[in-house]
């Protein structure tokens, strides 16, 4: 029996942060037009089988809770990826896991070592964390529609320098724009990830440290 749903990452999980996760060279794996091919012939293997796409990364049958959550815009996201309801409140247990709850989020010790005396010392296991300003929480609500409903409206108008970098993308038919709203098209539900970090206004504040962030394909 074939699973219901499949998440298909075709992303790094910034290895170059852990050793473990480094034993090759960038040279040993596929980049640019290789890497996508690969992407694309799994995304065709996937649909040929029966699944759908329902966001990114992410596939499910037509039976599934998530596709039928996608076809009436219930669709949710969260740091663990597609789900078929919303809540405010994500815990996460162990090792270097995220919590959220939504004008917040921590993480946990990073290390097996350093969460298991933690633990045993009676404190709570976090590494760091984020409060969220007014403006995380739009780009972030934003963000979110792009990625579960491929649709977002602003109140007022699209800013300025969030037009200019979709502009190249709205020149390839990724998406569609006009003065207050972006729509992603059938072809550009591949590109998400690249659509949604035009609005990421941290990533491009601190694009010199763009190695912190996952890679897009």
Same mark, same amino acid.
């Given at each position: ?81 597609? *789900? ?6 994500? +815990?996460?247990? %162990?090792?270097?896991? !995220?919590?959220?709850? @939504?004008? =917040? ?5 990073? *290390? ?6 933690? +633990?045993?010392? %009676?404190?709570?296991? !976090?590494?760091?964390? @984020?409060? =969220? ?16 409903? %491929? ?67």
């Amino acid at each position: 029996m074939k699973p219901e749903r499949i998440a298909f990452y075709s992303y790094a999980h910034v290895p170059w942060m852990k050793p473990g996760q480094r034993h090759y060279h960038e040279k040993d794996i596929p980049q640019g037009d290789e890497k996508f091919a690969l992407y694309q012939m799994g995304r065709e293997r996937l649909i040929e089988a029966g699944y759908q796409e329902i966001g990114m990364d992410h596939f499910a049958l037509k039976k599934d809770k998530l596709f039928k959550a996608s076809q009436h815009a219930q669709l949710h996201r969260n740091f663990m990826g597609y *789900t078929d309801r919303y809540t405010k409140i994500l +815990i996460g247990l %162990g090792v270097s896991s !995220i919590s959220d709850c @939504h004008t =917040a989020f921590v993480q946990n010790n990073k *290390t097996v070592e350093g969460y298991l005396k933690d +633990i045993e010392n %009676g404190s709570i296991a !976090i590494e760091k964390g @984020h409060l =969220a300003t007014p403006e995380d929480l739009l780009i972030k609500a934003h963000i979110l529609n792009l990625m579960c409903k %491929g649709l977002t409206c602003f109140e007022n108008q699209i800013p300025i320098p969030t037009q200019q970098r979709l502009s190249e993308l709205q020149a390839d038919h990724l998406i569609e724009m006009d003065g207050k709203q972006i729509c992603v098209t059938s072809v550009g539900r591949s590109f998400l990830r690249n659509i949604c970090m035009a609005l990421d206004e941290r990533l491009w504040k601190f694009k010199s440290e763009t190695s912190l962030f996952s890679k897009a394909v």
